[in-house]
């Protein structure tokens, strides 16, 4: 991809060693084409490919999550204009659908709105990111008639959207992004469609074994105690976390005593944390706003895409003009216009810039706005979360599984993977995704990858299919 003529300055190398030093060496996710053998009964996949987004240094973090304090206000007033010249967009910044690619895509629709609205058309844009929010901005400027460059530190687009098309794969398959949410709510699955990309239905019913394998109803012991302590906390004074609601309010003095299926109540409610709180938002229950957590588990109209989400990327990536592999690490911003100093040591001018970086990057002050932003935009990055959700990917020669169902989860035990997706039933291939959140994710994401892989694997025994009992 070409460099623009108005790129200025010369390349010294010591802006380079400076952000080096800042973030870690090498971005993942990355890949283990040959797993070691694990102390397990699971059979060794034949591939695998895990992500740690949280080590990521050009996404520190999977999504954006409602914190202790944090409120929706403040979503807002991250996506306000400064001084009419910087424009924010992103998941962070998106009102209704934070977390998600609808909501990152909207966005970037939104910002290049606004830009329309205050900047004369033939004005030069320049957006920071690659990703759909950028992308979609990017888009929409160009065919309003603007002269429009992306910045992306990547060296490649896409950002969080990441799908790995490779032949020794039976389908691309998403190291980002699997799920279009609501899609009764939102035409992005009518535009992967358009694209040629498939997808499928995905219910939300759940096959929950213990550690021994035995499948067990899921009652509704822990819902119901999250949400008396939800109701609880919407009473106080000011914010606490999830955590403390659940116990201040009493809603976690349940019984430890095992039922014949080896599950207690404080079990159930464990299994509610773990399997659908810590993975809807990255996050531990700990760091979690009790006033805007969201029980939302998913709806009827979920999709999983099973053709690539980067074809959503592409199509908007089409006829712009991106500069990879180019960190900003500094945006100045008057009322004359914006100049970015790149990593290189490289500068670029425009008139207006609209910033798609993530939140968790934001926080990291690795650019730096000069003058500093207004206080209400400090404040939100600040405020707002960041949770990590990690995957693996495990492709085997064939199913060690004995169950149909496309949505497998655990009770009880101490593995780290508490949610899987069988691909059996989508898609007829022996392939597993598990999701990993939270303390975990970030505990995983610093070991190598025999022992992500280890963890990975142990997380599925109790879903062994029986030994045949020799008559």
């Known amino acids: 991809m070409k460099r623009r003529t108005f790129l200025l300055g010369s390349v010294t190398g010591i802006s380079v060693l ?21 102390a397990t009964a699971v059979p060794k996949p034949a591939m695998v490919r895990r992500t740690s987004w949280s080590t990521d240094p050009f996404a520190r973090g999977s999504f954006s999550f409602p914190a202790v304090g944090a409120t929706p206000e403040q979503r807002d007033a991250l996506s306000q204009p400064v001084r009419d010249r910087v424009f924010f967009a992103g998941e962070a910044t998106s009102p209704d659908f934070p977390g998600t690619v609808q ?41 309003a008639g603007f002269d429009v460059v992306v910045v992306e530190a990547r060296d490649r687009i896409g950002g969080r959207i990441y799908t790995v098309t490779d032949k020794k794969w039976p389908f691309p398959i998403e190291l980002g992004p699997s799920f279009v949410r609501h899609s009764g709510l939102t035409s992005l ?40 302590a939800l109701a609880w906390a919407v009473e106080q004074p000011a914010d606490v976390s999830v955590a403390k609601a659940l116990a201040d309010s009493g809603a976690s003095k349940l019984s430890t005593t ?6 207690s109540d404080t ?27 969201s029980m ?30 180019s960190v900003v690490t500094r945006l100045a911003y008057s009322d004359d216009g914006v100049s970015l100093r790149l990593g290189t040591g490289e500068s670029l001018g425009a008139d207006r810039v609209i910033v798609t970086i993530p939140l968790g990057v934001l926080k990291t002050e690795v650019m730096e706005f000069a003058p500093p932003l207004p206080f209400a935009h400090r404040g939100a990055i600040a405020a707002l979360g960041v949770g990590t959700l990690d995957k693996v990917w495990l492709q085997f020669d064939e199913p060690f599984w004995d169950t149909e169902a496309p949505l497998w989860s ?45 963890s990975a694997l142990g997380s599925l ?7 045949p009992t020799p008559k």
């Open 18 to 38: 400076a952000l080096t030093a800042c973030v870690p060496p090498s971005p993942r996710p990355t890949g283990t084409p040959k797993p070691a053998p694990t």
């Open 258 to 263: 095992a039922a014949d299926t080896g599950v």
């Open 103 to 143: 909501g990152a895509l909207e966005s970037g629709l939104r910002a290049a709105r606004e830009v329309i609205g205050t900047a004369t058309a033939g004005e030069r844009i320049a957006v920071i990111g690659a990703g759909i929010a950028g992308l979609s901005a990017a888009r929409s400027l160009q065919d």
């Open 296 to 325: 939302d588990q998913g709806a009827d109209d979920d999709r999983i895409v099973l053709g690539g989400f980067a074809n959503l990327v592409k199509d908007a990536a089409d006829g712009i003009d991106v500069l990879d592999s």
């Open 189 to 228: 699955d009518e535009d992967l469609t358009r694209l040629g990309v498939s997808t499928a239905p995905f219910g939300r019913a759940t096959e929950t074994r213990t550690p021994a394998g035995l499948v067990v109803p899921v009652p509704d012991t822990g819902p119901k105690a999250v949400a008396a």
């Open 267 to 293: 079990d159930w409610l464990d299994h509610e944390i773990a399997a659908v709180l810590n993975v809807q938002a990255g996050s531990s229950v700990a760091l979690q706003s009790a006033w805007y957590t």
């Open 461 to 467: 025994e109790p879903f062994l299919a029986p030994v």
């Open 410 to 454: 655990t009770v009880g035990g101490d593995g780290d993977f508490k949610v899987w997706i069988n691909m059996v039933p989508i898609t007829g291939e022996p392939v597993l995704m598990g999701l990993v959140a939270a303390g975990s994710a970030v505990r995983l994401a610093e070991v190598d990858d025999d022992e992500f892989l280890a």
